[in-house]
């Protein structure tokens, strides 16, 4: 079973300093990895994805991912924060040889504070 | 968001009484998903669709039944609402059900069950 875990429920960081928002999954084989940012009162907006090749996947609005396959992580990331990046950011797995829906972790809600 | 309208935006209602939630899509995807959303929950998979009047039961479909008689529109009928049904819901299309192809979201419906 693909299963997906965020361990942070909030991170806090002050703008201009970078930031991280911690993904880790568990699948049978090889992973398809996505990173999905909600603003308020807005459905999700796709960030970026990770399907294969280069461990670094770069992706909208600066941010970028490091798929990490020894450690099972995807954390997302991004060099300078801006109080616009406030919101919930949620990332999702489905594995590379099945066809199935994917799986979404419960949430990070980042708040950037000026 | 462009190619996906949910309607209605919100709802209240009482319980006992049946519900129906539209998601229409303008893209001609194959696939469409319904989420929940709660917190500490993050999105959860109610019921998807692979074709017009083919689905499949989600994570949490108790509950919960859908219909698909056009490729543009996926209902979503609580059949006899519940408090715990209480919830803001998502539909999702993509082109394909697997392999490295991501979602594009609705904006929402927030169902409120009093």
């Known amino acids: 079973a693909q299963s997906v875990a965020q361990p942070e429920d909030q991170v806090n960081v002050a703008e201009g300093n970078p930031l991280t928002v911690k993904c880790t999954y568990s699948v049978s084989g090889n992973p398809y990895l996505f990173w999905y940012v909600q603003y308020p009162n807005r459905g999700l907006q796709f960030l970026l994805k990770y399907i294969t090749g280069d461990n670094l996947v770069k992706g909208s609005y600066g941010f970028e991912a490091e798929f990490n396959k020894s450690q099972t992580s995807f954390h997302l990331k991004k060099p300078s924060a801006l109080v616009s990046d406030s919101a919930l950011y949620f990332c999702a797995v489905r594995d590379y040889s099945g066809n199935t829906p994917l799986v979404f972790g419960k949430g990070t809600r980042l708040s950037v504070i000026a | 968001d462009a190619g996906i309208t949910q309607s209605p935006r919100h709802k209240v209602t009482e319980t006992g009484t049946p519900v129906t939630l539209r998601c229409h899509q303008t893209?001609?995807?194959?696939?469409m998903y319904w989420y929940r959303q709660d917190p500490g929950h993050g999105l959860r998979l109610i019921h998807y669709?692979?074709?017009?009047?083919?689905?499949d039961k989600g994570e949490v479909s108790d509950g919960y039944s859908v219909s698909r008689s056009k490729t543009e529109d996926f209902l979503l009928t609580l059949e006899s609402a519940t408090s715990s049904q209480t919830s803001v819901y998502f539909c999702a299309i993509s082109e394909q059900l697997g392999q490295a192809y991501g979602y594009t979201f609705g904006s929402g419906t927030r169902l409120t069950v009093v």
């Open positions: 893209e001609n995807h194959r696939y």
């Open positions: 669709s692979y074709g017009v009047k083919d689905t």
